[in-house]
């Protein structure tokens, strides 16, 4: 605790020297007012902080905005030299003549946790109250609740590959199918024919069996039938 308000007191008076440095001497009084509490998650490319102020008895030229950070490290001036660019890490945002200000903090990172100040000031202004800072905006970016982006991406892959197994494997599954059925259906066919088979051969069988048994049977009197018809033919064609 010792260290975080030794932190804040050197905060407090790096402040007080850069507003000094600007201009810390006049007679026109600036009120600046900012979120106190802002919560991303990594996945914003971007974050901005919003900042706002008025003025009372200040000249009509534009104030000089100022913006420092205060967190794990040292406090820090940021964006002395302007940062218009979006390929810098923070981009700060202009429209003086509304009263507003924005600082954009650029690939959001776990780092960029701390607590962002706006100021306000009239340089040529002498008295201190033309020069103000808002109370800070702590600026939280989370990590645990959401998988990283490189995890997402790998989960993205497995599952990929795990729908092509799956199926990989229904296809495989089908083909043999059919082809199991076609074996059964083939081999039923052959057994069918085998069975046509044996039973025709069965029929033949005993057909043959019956007519031997039936010519058993009757043959000795067909043979006496003849043989009577023979002679009596004879002793027709004998008589005068």
């Known amino acids: 605790m010792e260290t975080v308000n030794r932190g804040k007191i050197l905060l407090g008076l790096e402040i007080n020297l850069v507003l000094f440095y600007v201009g810390a001497v006049g007679a026109c ?17 971007a974050v901005t902080i919003e900042c706002t102020f008025s003025t009372t008895g200040c000249p009509s030229e534009q104030p000089m905005s100022l913006w420092f950070r205060y967190g794990a490290q040292q ?10 660019s979006e390929t810098d890490k923070f981009t700060v945002g202009e429209a003086l003549a509304q009263n507003r200000v924005s600082l954009t903090v650029n690939r959001v990172t776990s780092n960029d946790s701390a607590i ?6 009239f340089p040529r202004e002498k008295t201190s109250r033309a020069k103000q800072t808002g109370e800070g905006t702590t600026l939280v970016v989370r990590e645990s609740k959401l998988l990283s982006k490189e995890l997402q991406s790998l989960l993205t892959v497995l599952l990929v590959l795990l729908s092509i197994y799956i199926t990989g494997v229904c296809v495989a599954f089908i083909v043999l199918s059919k082809s199991k059925s076609n074996i059964l259906r083939n081999r039923e066919t052959k057994e069918d024919s085998q069975k046509k088979k044996s039973a025709r051969r069965i029929f033949q069988e005993i057909a043959q069996e019956l007519y031997h048994k039936r010519y058993a049977e009757t043959g000795p009197q067909l043979e006496k039938d003849n043989i009577y018809e023979n002679r009596r033919a004879l002793s027709n064609c004998e008589r005068p």
């Open 75 to 84: 406090p820090e001036n940021l964006c002395l030299d302007g940062c218009r």
């Open 29 to 45: 009084t600036v009120s600046v007012r900012q979120p106190h509490y802002l919560e991303v998650d990594y996945t914003h490319k």
């Open 116 to 121: 962002y100040i706006c100021g306000i000031a």
